[in-house]
Antibody, heavy 116, light 109 residues
């Protein structure tokens, strides 16, 4: 069974940093592109970033470009999102999702709150 | 960037048919996916590549895509179908390359 488990969310002050993790199991993690998608409270889904299977290619939404970094450790079956210079508008549940297209499996999400 | 337009809400009586639209410029030329999200839960892929169903998704859910509108149809609606439904496209010529519709809340009366 495919499982994706996010962690690392929490409350952080504006300008602060957080690193999210997504632990994968039940499939060959190193064979799949992976994504981060976020959802602000009461709002819709917004794609944030993606990374290819070996980590050599990454893409970002303009809203996070230069502040967020996606990476992966295939030996640890884990996806990461390093978030720097956080803003109030980054407050959201962050989901990791599997596969280039469509996103066929999702984690349960981790909440990031940016507030002073 | 490419824009997908969905109605905010759709209400339907149990046993009836719900149709959720997703509008976009020449959307029929693109491959559309649909996700269901129940309150407090993660999204679940219910239709991919316009009309294919992942394993475990009931045949009551179907999809179509033509012209400027893609449609998710839920037949014989049940109380368990309540939730938010999002359409999504991967457009390699768009920035961002992955776009979600704004979501449609389905209410079972």
């Amino acid at each position: 069974e495919v499982q994706l488990v996010e962690s690392g969310g929490g409350l952080v002050q504006p300008g602060g940093s957080l690193r999210l993790s997504c632990a994968a199991s039940g499939f060959t993690f190193s064979s799949f592109w992976m994504h981060w998608v976020r959802q602000a409270p009461g709002k819709g889904l917004v794609w944030v970033s993606r990374i290819n299977s070996d980590g050599s290619s990454t893409t970002y939404a303009d809203s996070v470009k230069g502040r967020f970094t996606i990476s992966r450790d295939n030996a640890k079956n884990t996806l990461y999102l390093q978030m720097n210079s956080l803003r109030a508008e980054d407050t959201a549940v962050y989901y990791c999702a599997r596969k280039l297209d469509p996103m066929d499996s999702w984690g349960q999400g981790t909440l990031v709150s940016v507030s002073s | 960037s490419y824009v997908l337009t969905q109605p905010p809400s759709v209400s339907v009586a149990p046993g009836k048919t719900a149709r959720i639209t997703c509008g976009g410029n020449n959307i029929g030329s693109k491959s559309i996916h649909w996700y269901q999200q129940k309150p407090g839960q993660a999204p679940v892929l219910v239709i991919y590549h316009d009309s294919d169903r992942p394993s475990g998704i009931p045949e009551r859910l179907s999809g179509s895509n033509s012209g400027n509108t893609a449609t998710l149809t839920i037949s014989r609606v049940e109380a368990g179908d309540e939730g938010d439904y999002y359409c999504q496209v991967w457009d390699t010529s768009s920035d961002p390359p992955y776009v979600f519709g704004s979501g449609t809340k389905v209410t079972v009366l």
